[in-house]
């Protein structure tokens, strides 16, 4: 167990629909990171917060956005579902006083548009 | 700039062998290069890092070794089990703020034979 904590487990919805996955870091780490998992994509970085505030961006979509709340949990907002959005979103979590950059990730939300 | 080459993309070994996973880079502004193992339906795991200052680290059964000069690295296995059998993904970040997002490779199936 990771410490980091994501919810909900599996999510079923219908093209064009919004959803909102939620992540919870490790206790007192401030950075989360978000990224997507797909079979033809592989793992690949979404966004990073930092206490608060957006530090990076990866390959995110503009219809995708997330935010991190003051006692450090972050959401991610995924909207006008396509089929291809069907993944297995994480979120991780690094310790501000990390030597190197450990990031501890979540079980994940698996994501699936019908 | 970016990309992480991971091979081979699947493995078979034997119970009691040594599973060998390689991965190369290309930008020379990485400076921490960690190993994650993934389970069916579970988050990837941090495995064993390491930073270019040393050639090989060791934990346990797992060791890395680095060849900055080649931009490769590689994951050992010593006397594999077959609770070994996961999915490994390499990755590479640097230390910049705002770039210590994790890039990965597409990721190892290893199947551990008993």
């Given amino acids: ?114 | 700039q970016q990309q992480v080459k991971q091979s081979p993309q699947s493995l078979i070994v034997q119970k009691g062998g040594i599973s060998i996973i390689n991965c190369a880079y290309e930008n020379t502004a990485f400076d921490y290069f960690p190993w994650y193992q993934q389970f069916p339906g579970k988050g990837p795991a941090l495995l064993i890092a390491i930073r270019p200052d040393v050639s090989e680290k060791k934990e346990g059964r797992f060791t890395i070794s680095f060849n900055k000069s080649a931009k490769q690295f590689s994951l050992h296995i010593m006397d594999s089990q077959p609770g070994d059998s996961a999915t490994y993904f390499c990755a590479a970040s640097t230390k910049d703020t705002g770039r210590r997002a994790l890039t990965f490779g597409s990721g190892t199936r290893l199947q551990v034979q008993p």
Avoid: M
């Fill in chain 1, 1 to 114: 167990d990771s410490g980091v904590t994501q919810t909900p487990k599996h999510l079923i919805t219908a093209t064009g629909q919004r959803v909102t996955l939620r992540c919870s870091p490790r206790s007192g780490d401030l950075s989360v990171y978000w990224y997507q998992q797909s079979l033809d994509q592989g793992l690949q970085f979404l966004i990073q917060y930092y206490n608060g505030e957006e530090r990076a961006k990866g390959n995110i979509l503009e219809r995708f956005s997330a935010q991190q709340f003051p006692d450090l949990h972050s959401e991610l907002n995924l909207s006008s579902l396509e089929l291809g959005d069907s993944a297995l979103y994480f979120c991780a979590s690094s310790p501000t006083s990390a030597v190197y950059n450990e990031q501890f990730f979540g079980p994940g939300t698996r994501l699936t548009v019908l």
